[in-house]
Nanobody, 120 residues
Framework: QLQASGGGLVQAGGSLRLSCAASGRTFSSYTMAWFRQAPGKEREFVAAISWSGNTNYADSVKERFTISRDNAKNTVYLQMNSLKPEDTAIYYC????????????????WGQGTLVTVSS
């Protein structure tokens, strides 16, 4: 089970940190990822981190967002800096048994989402 939190309203240029707490004993062996879905758009990949700490980012968030994980706390984070209005979306965390994929179908488990709104 995945529980995302940390969303909210922020002005453009601001920062937010999202958290995703996972339950289960095998968290440390799973790839964790963040996706987002804006109103009227398809869910899109944001970032992923493997069990060993390798990362993958969407081009649109490189140099602005950082994904990290704390296996002792069963938690994955998404630090979002220099936020833009186009970052407004519901952000979902997800887990996969392997890889650093960017496709929705590669992730079997999903959290409920947390809303991020960036005002201009």
């Amino acid at each position: 089970q995945l529980q995302a939190s940390g969303g909210g309203l922020v002005q453009a240029g601001g920062s937010l940190r999202l958290s995703c707490a996972a339950s289960g004993r095998t968290f440390s062996s799973y790839t964790m990822a963040w996706f987002r879905q804006a109103p009227g758009k398809e869910r899109e990949f944001v970032a992923a981190i493997s069990w060993s700490g390798n990362t993958n980012y969407a081009d649109s968030v490189k140099e602005r967002f950082t994904i990290s994980r704390d296996n002792a706390k069963n938690t994955v984070y998404l630090q979002m800096n220099s936020l833009k209005p186009e970052d407004t979306a519901i952000y979902y965390c997800a887990s996969s048994s392997s890889g650093l994929g960017s496709r929705v179908v590669e992730y079997a488990y999903w959290g409920q989402g947390t809303l991020v709104t960036v005002s201009s």
